[in-house]
Structure formats: C-alpha cells, structure tokens
C-alpha cells in the first residue's frame, strides 16, 4: 500500500480570481460574502482538481485569505493588543487590519517565509498571552470539503514552528523566551485535533518547517515535548509531522522516537534526509511522506530517478506517501492555460495541477511497479531526453567563456584607493552627494502605454516617444530638485528582472504563472531554462538618452546575477553558481557597452543576495563565495574612473557584512531609514573603506519626511563615518511611490544635504584636499 499526498496548492486561481476579490473587498466594491462565495469556488475547484488527478491525501486549511500564519494567529487567538482590547475572536476586518494596518494601529510585520519568495505575517506574542480557540476554519472548511465527498487531510501549522515564527510583542523584554508559551499553545493545539477526530479527518498534516534549519538544542527538546503530548492524545487524526526546504538534521531522529503516525522529509531541497534516515534505522515503522515532486521550482519529475528512490525509501521505513517536496503555494496553477513558453519548453515543465498528476502517478508507480505507468514513464524519458541534449540548454561559447574566467576577471583590476582617486577627479561630486536608487513612479500612463503596446494598439516608435517623454521629465526634475547623480527613472522596466530576462536568451517568460507573493500581491517569476547569453545591448539607448538632456552624470542601471537568479525559477540541471556565472557574464557586457558609450556611474543592483542564503549553515559559506565572485564577474569589466554602486535593501546585513565589503563596490546604497541608521556603526567597527549611502527616508510608506528629521539622520551618520564617505539617498526605488509623495520628499531631502554640507563645509573641505 502507498497513497499520494499534496501539501497544499496554490490560492490564488487561475486568474488571481483571489486578488480581485480582495482588492474589491477592500475597495469596498464587494461585501464579505462575494469575497467569502470567491474563496469557496477557489477551494472547491483546488479540491476538485485534486481528486481527479488521483490525489489520496488532499490539503484542507492550506487555503487563506491572507496569509497562513496569520490565520494560525487568529485561530489561537494571538492578536496584539494595539488592535483592541485582548484576545477573542477574529473577524475578518480585524483580520485584514492586523495584516496590513488599520486607522489607527500599524500593520503586523511581514517578513520572508523560509528562503522562498512567499511572506508570512509574523505573530506577536506577549508572556501573559491567554490563548483562546478563536477561530473555526480548519473545522469549516473540512466540513465544506466534506459535503463535496472529499475527506481531506486538515493542514496546521505546528506549534513548535509557530513560535519560532513570532516574535515578542512591543515592549516585551528581550529575554523573553516564545518557546515558554508551548505548554498553553499546546493545549489549544489539543483541542483543535480532537476536533477535526471527532468530525472524521483521518490524518492532519502538522508543518514543522523550523526543523530544517539550524535549532538549539532547546528546541529541539521543545519538538520532542510538543508532540510527545499531542500523538498521545484520544480520539485525534493520525499525525503526520511535516519538514520541507532543507534536511531535517538532529530533527530526524527525535521524529522517528516519537510516537507519530508519519514524518515528512523533503528529499529535493534536501537530499541529506536519505543519509539521515538511514543514520536513524528508518523511522520505527512510521509512515513516511516522501517529499519527492518539487514544490517550488517548475520542471517535471524525473520519474525513473523518483521511482529508485522510493523504492531505497519503502525499505527503509514501513508505509510510504508519495508526496510533493512542500506547499505548491510556491508554483504557478496551471502549466496547460500558460501561453508564454513554446510547446517545447513546456513539455519540460509543471506547474501545480501537472505536479499533482506527477505525484498519483508516481503512486501508482510504487504500488504496482514501473509497468503500472509504462506509458507516462516513456513520455517522461522523451521530454528528460529532448531537454538534455537541446541545443537551447548548451550554448557552447558560453560554457567555454564561463569556464574561462579566471580570478582576475572576478575582481577590477587596481585597488579601491586608486579607483576612487581617478574617480574623484573625474567626477567632482559635492560632499554629502544626493542620489536616487534607480525607479521614479510607475504612472497609470506607464502601465496604460505598456498595456497598448502588449495590445498592439500602439507601435514601438510610439512606445518609444512616451517612455522618452518620461525620461526627459525625470531629468528635468532631477534638476530642478539639485540631485547630483541622476538617474533615468526606469519607466520602460515593468519589473527589474523580467526586463532584463525579456531580452536575455536563456529565459522563458510566462504570461500567466503567477505565484502569491503576499496577500493579494502576485509576481510572475521568468523561468531559467538554458544557457544565458545577451543578443545586445539592453539598457545603452535609454541612459544614452538620458544622459544627452544632462550635463550633470546619468547612472546607468543593471539589475545583478544574483537577485536576477533568486527572482527566477532556475533550471535544475546545472548548479546554481553555473548559472549565476552566465548571468554574470552578460551583466558584465552591458557594464562594458555602457562604459564605452561613456556612461561614467553604473549602479547594479543586488537587492536579493541577502536572501538568497541557504537556511543551513553549513551551505553559507560556500553560497556567499560564488555570489561575491558573481558580483565580481558582472563589475570587473569597470575602469578605474567608472564608478561602481551597488544597492541593497530588504535585509539586515549583519551577518554578510564582509562579503559585502568583498564585492567591492565604489559605492554602496543601502536601505537605513528603518533602523535610524544604527548599522552604520557596524560598518565602521568592520573598517568599510567604501563609500556608502544609508537611506535616509523609508519608500514604503506615503509619508514625506520633513527636513529636519532626514538631517537629523545624516548628522548622526557623519558622527559615525566621515563625511567623505557617505552619500544621501531614499531607502530604495520610487516606483510604487506617487509623483505628489516622490517629489516633495526628494526636495527634502537634497534640502537636508544642503544643511547638513553648510554644516561639515569646514571639515568636508580639509577632506577634500586631504
Ligand atoms: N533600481 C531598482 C529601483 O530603483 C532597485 C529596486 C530594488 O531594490 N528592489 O527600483
Ligand atoms: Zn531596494
């Protein structure tokens, strides 16, 4: 016997029928209950779909709103209590208020779930918290599923897993420990089980997803207490304990000891489970779910190398599930009703609904051997084989110019100090230099003339004439504003990868596979499929233009290898670091072009290295190396006198500190404001010898920040690092910003160098001459 098992599918339908329905909520255009008959079509049509592909183990309570973390928190009844009075039911104003702000009360923090590109609001948690079954979903929504004669499998998200996700509410002291609050969490944890038994779930998946990465000791013993207590509870669900995103480490063993009913290990993001589970003598007669349909990256199955492995797998433990790696929240719905890929491409793919029909068959696979499903085997082998030998994954020059490269070309050719002496004469920045990170708003006329030219209702010429007209307004306000270092405003990107992979061979771009970002916010990954070669020059003509309206220097503007690799699906039939070298080499040739056509700033952006980190440790090291040296690779072509930025944003760069200083930009453009500038000290306890822009005002939000405030920053900042060195620029780009928001901020802010510079006039100028 074997079944097949889903973790959970994507939420947001085939034509993010979700997000209109939330923004219409919102808008106050749809009541509650048009948004509720929505959400239930969606399940119903998930459910569906996955009873007819063969699924054994279908996903209920995996479907939100919002978020399923914060539905974790209104079903516990955590609320903060800035959103009212104390714990107790959640309503679904009160929901959409704590994930994404109400009158009065900000907006609970989001942050990245895991290393995926999915954000989970993060739980705030008090010590004298009294949590409260607060909620029915999970009981709701079994029900819903089983009045259309399907039993489904409840999904929670574990409570040992739920705690590392929070944090400590406002105030709460630091040394306040979340795992203190399991014992109360767990009897919550307790009741909803013997629930979902009483109303006739046979297993309840519990995601343990904290356990594949690296845990105390601490918590380790707090996993092993939790789920002592609710596998031995009467009249539960069985219970299956679920890791996804890496190897489950010390986790492994202490899951097998446990009396669970099932265990699931993810065998494709993490290999090193099958090592460990042999190390642990299989898992004591337990079920395992067998993670080996891969959750979050598009590519079909390799059907003959899944079925060897489940077949080492059923030996080594007693039951088998064939299941995906973790939620297929993470891939788009539906390969079938996508345009953008050929047809030969997508023979190579699947997206959620062919991953589903991946897993029953491999299913069937176990149970009645390969002949069972001769037939998809054969036509498996056909695509695996087309795609191995295709001429459209193997550009020969390219893999001869990446293996070429040598250390040399990873690094520019003199040190920082002579660069930044040829630079300085050639560039005669102010001190205190005002800059922007790249994007002015997105206009509805962007968006409109973008959609015309997708139409055909409009030409490129014309295409070309407005996005013209938008640059040369850009530039006139820059000017008007006193910027030093202009930019051109980026209105033809509609995003700042999928530009660059519209025009890079190598990438397949897709019309409909959007993936949930948050809430009702989707991206459009573009897909890696083959070696990445430029055709030609991609950004020269904009900047070039730019720059013909200015005399004041243009920034020409790249987006990195590295945040273009984390914001794509990648192919899995090379390394990461292969790929990413690729990438490098085509940014470095638009640097050259750019160079040559006598651009004299270029700025290229990394804002995604941070989360590109692996969650283990063990595999940091050996990441972090290959993405400087991309970094290297795409800048090296930079003469002394062409002045490097970089921007980052959306983390805390503590830990990465010195790799940052090893990718050895000229300038370093970095997201501040939040934190009021307190990583400066950092950087100059480590010696950062480059110049660095700490943001002074947070894009983020609408709000203008006076002078005063941003010069306070900038003073603080010259206390730390001297003036020299330091630059002044908003957090990040403008695109989501209104031009009535960007523009007066921006007069504010150069307002606020003003100040500051008349300030340091003295100190600045013996610096200048120093
Ligand atoms: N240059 C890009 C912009 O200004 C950078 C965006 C980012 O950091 N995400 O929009
Ligand atoms: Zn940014």
Redesign the pocket.
């Known amino acids: 016997m074997a079944l097949s098992n889903i973790h959970g599918f994507p939420r947001i339908g085939r034509r993010r029928e979700l997000k209109s329905a939330l923004e219409g909520y919102w808008a106050g255009d749809h009541s509650a209950m048009d948004l509720a008959n929505v959400a239930r079509s969606l399940r119903r049509i998930n459910w569906e779909l996955m009873r007819n592909a063969g699924i054994d183990l279908i996903p209920s309570n995996d479907f939100s709103l919002y978020d399923h973390v914060l539905d974790t928190a209104a079903l516990l009844g955590a609320v903060p209590p800035r959103f009212r009075g104390g714990p107790g039911p959640v309503g679904l104003d009160l929901y959409f208020e704590m994930a994404r702000g109400g009158d009065t009360a900000t907006a609970m923090e989001m942050t990245k779930w895991f290393d995926t590109n999915y954000h989970y609001i993060v739980p705030e948690l008090e010590p004298e918290i009294g949590f409260a079954l607060s909620d029915s979903k999970p009981f709701d929504q079994f029900l819903e599923a089983r009045d259309l004669g399907i039993v489904t499998k409840p999904v929670l998200l574990g409570p040992v897993s739920f705690l590392l996700l929070s944090k400590p509410g406002d105030g709460v002291d630091e040394r306040f420990d979340l795992l203190d609050l399991l014992e109360p969490l767990l009897d919550i944890y307790a009741e909803v089980l013997v629930r979902l038994g009483g109303l006739g779930a046979e297993w309840v998946q519990m995601d343990e997803p904290c356990f594949a990465q690296d845990r105390t000791g601490a918590e380790l013993a707090g996993l092993a207490r939790g789920y002592d207590r609710l596998a031995g509870l009467e009249g539960t669900p069985k219970l299956c304990v679920s890791t996804y995103f890496d190897h489950a480490g010390e986790a492994v063993s202490i899951l097998a000891d446990l009396p669970l009913d099932g265990v699931g290990l993810d065998f494709v993001s993490g290999p090193r489970n099958l090592e460990l589970l042999r190390a642990a003598d299989g898992l004591g007669g337990k079920t395992l779910f067998a993670g080996v349909v891969d959750g979050r990256n598009v590519w079909i199955n390799d059907l003959d190398a899944s079925l060897r492995l489940l077949d080492e797998l059923g030996r080594l433990t007693g039951e088998l599930v064939v299941s995906t790696s973790s939620s297929l929240l993470h891939v788009p719905l539906d390969l079938d009703a996508e345009t953008g890929p050929d047809e030969e491409l997508r023979s190579w793919m699947a997206f959620a609904q062919q991953k589903a029909l991946e897993v029953a068959a491999l299913k069937r696979g176990v149970v009645g051997g390969a002949a069972a499903i001769a037939s998809e085997i054969e036509a498996n082998r056909r695509a695996m084989q087309v795609r191995r030998e295709s001429p459209r994954t193997h550009i020969d020059a390219i893999r001869g110019r990446v293996a070429g490269l040598t250390a040399a070309d990873a690094r520019r050719a003199n040190p920082y100090e002579v660069r930044r002496a040829a630079q300085r004469k050639r560039l005669r920045f102010p001190p205190l230099p005002t800059t ?4 002015f708003p997105q206009t509805r006329e962007l968006r409109e003339a973008r959609a015309a030219l997708q139409r055909d209702e409009i030409d490129e010429a014309e295409y070309e004439r407005r996005m013209r007209g938008e640059i040369e307004r850009v530039i006139r306000l820059q000017e008007r504003l006193g910027l030093d270092l202009l930019v051109h405003g ?1 209105p033809e990107r509609n995003d ?1 990868v999928r530009y660059f992979a519209e025009q890079l061979e190598g990438f397949a771009i897709t019309e409909s596979g959007w993936v949930q970002s948050y809430g009702s916010r989707c991206v459009r990954p573009p897909i890696i499929f083959g070696d990445v070669r430029r055709t030609g020059p991609m950004t020269v003509a904009w900047t070039l233009y730019a720059q013909s309206l200015t005399e004041k220097p243009v920034k020409g ?1 790249l ?1 990195g290898p590295v945040t273009m690799l984390q914001w794509s699906f990648v192919r899995d039939d090379q390394s990461r670091e292969q790929t990413c070298r690729q990438l490098a080499l085509a940014v470095r040739d638009e640097l050259a072009d750019l160079q040559n056509a006598g651009i004299k700033v270029i ?1 290229v ?1 990394e ?1 995604a290295i941070r989360e590109g980190l692996p969650l283990r440790r063990e595999n940091r090291d050996e990441y972090l190396r290959w993405a400087v040296a991309a970094f290297g690779i795409a800048t090296g072509s930079a003469g002394d006198k062409t002045q490097v930025q970089t ?4 983390s805390d760069f503590g830990d990465i500190m010195g790799q940052i200083q090893a990718m050895d930009a000229d300038v370093l453009l970095i997201e501040a404001a939040r934190s009021r500038m307190e990583l400066l000290e950092d950087w100059r306890r480590t010696g950062y010898r480059q110049e660095i822009g700490p943001g002074v005002y947070d894009i983020h939000s609408p709000r203008v920040p006076p002078v005063d405030e941003m010069a306070g920053l900038l003073r603080r900042a010259v206390e730390v690092l001297p003036a020299e060195r330091l630059w002044v620029d908003p957090d ?4 989501t910003r209104r031009y009535e928001e960007a523009e007066p901020a921006l007069r504010n802010m150069v307002e606020a160098a003003r100040l500051v510079r008349a300030e340091l006039a003295p100190a600045g100028a013996a610096a200048e001459d120093a």
Not at 436 to 439: D, E, Q, V
Not at 647 to 650: A, D, I, L, P, R
């Open positions: 922007t990170i790249g994007s980026e700042m503007m987006t700025q952006d804002p921007h980052m944003c959306y990040c780009g403008l695109k």
